[in-house]
């Protein structure tokens, strides 16, 4: 495992950069010959992507949604735990501190997803914005690509999920109610903890979680259908928040709950390990005992229908918590599924008008 005694890195979860799997060199800092600064302070880079496609398709039994777009590869939100790290790999990065701060842009999705829905074998169904990365990471601020691809669901008015960390969903309220007019959205706010501290911690540049229960509140003010996610569910750190978080959800408007327990995959594992060590070392070997209770020795399970929640004592146990909670609060109740009947494509010609 990596020394633990390295300086903590300023806004960054992960401590270093692990080396790359696919790579056959692999750089290592000597802190000796940084000065303070460079330890501490990571700058954030932004990289062009070229891809020539907006949808990624997804197979998984265990994820209710067959395509989802992501305007970011990379996440600046860092949360150490996340299980898109290894994803970074495969760009020649690593999944450690270049995952938080090296930044891939889409800047042709919103052109890339009405292409998409321009071709005649597109069938209109949900689209999950950010199966993998945060699609209100920090820099959605600034480059607006999010809020330019939900005018383009809205254009078309193909049905759309959104999930997110982030606070700033609210500045596109105007869009979204649009969506949720016609049942078109829903969006689901992910809170692993409400305690300010452990959030700073380990998802170091996302919203805090007062923010992210105001956001709640406002996307339900506004008759936008809104979930809390907490995920993910840290056994022997947050796992005893897990009725708190979804009350107080609740309280602000959520009509739906759902929860996904830790799994630490490929290098996601030694990282989370370092994290634990320096800002929780009391709880270090009681998250190990549990998690090991839940997943095995390896830490994670790859297996569908198993990832997601896990097996074991401690599973069952969150998962009958989870149960009364969501029962006790009335949530989750048997609701209809996005409308997919309005979708039109907006004719730029009398030809394509033929077929709106």
Not at 153 to 167: C, D, M, Q
Request: hydrophobic share 40%.
């Amino acid at each position: 495992m990596q020394d633990s005694t390295l300086p903590t890195r300023h806004g960054r979860a992960a401590g270093y950069n692990p080396p790359n799997r696919f790579e056959p060199m692999h750089l290592e800092e000597d802190p000796a010959e940084l000065d303070p600064a460079e330890l501490r302070q990571i700058k954030t880079l932004f990289f062009h992507d070229t891809s020539k496609s907006a949808l990624s398709k997804n197979d998984s039994p265990d994820i209710p949604f067959t395509y989802s777009i992501n305007p970011y590869r990379g996440c600046e939100h860092g949360c150490i735990y996340c299980y898109a790290r290894p994803s970074h790999e495969y760009l020649g990065f690593s999944a450690g501190l270049d995952f938080e701060s090296r930044i891939v842009v889409k800047q042709d999705l919103p052109r890339l997803l009405a292409e998409a829905f321009d071709r005649l074998s597109w069938q209109p169904q949900p689209i999950m914005l950010s199966g993998n990365t945060d699609c209100y990471q920090p820099v959605e601020r600034r480059l607006k690509i999010t809020r330019a691809c939900l005018e383009v669901f809205a254009r078309y008015r193909n049905p759309v999920s959104v999930i997110t960390k982030n606070a700033l969903v609210t500045r596109d309220l105007d869009v979204l109610e649009e969506l949720a007019a016609l049942n078109l959205v829903h969006v689901a706010m992910s809170i692993t903890s409400l305690k300010p501290d452990i959030i700073q911690a380990m998802e170091p540049r996302t919203s805090r979680p007062a923010a992210r229960l105001r956001a709640v509140e406002q996307l339900a003010a506004r008759g936008i259908p809104v979930a809390v996610m907490v995920g993910p569910v840290v056994p022997g750190l947050t796992d005893e928040e897990l009725p708190a978080i979804i009350e107080a959800a609740a309280a602000a408007g959520a009509t739906r709950a759902y929860y996904v327990m830790l799994r630490l995959p490929g290098p996601v594992r030694e990282l989370f390990l370092s994290w634990l060590e320096r800002a929780y070392p009391d709880r270090k070997q009681r998250v190990i005992n549990r998690l090991t209770d839940l997943r095995g020795e390896s830490l994670t399970d790859g297996r569908f229908g198993v990832r997601m929640r896990g097996e074991g004592h401690w599973a069952d146990v969150v998962n009958r918590l989870y149960r009364m909670t969501c029962r006790r609060l009335n949530l989750n109740q048997p609701g209809s599924s996005l409308a997919t009947e309005h979708f039109r494509r907006p004719a730029t010609d009398g030809q394509l008008s033929l077929f709106a």
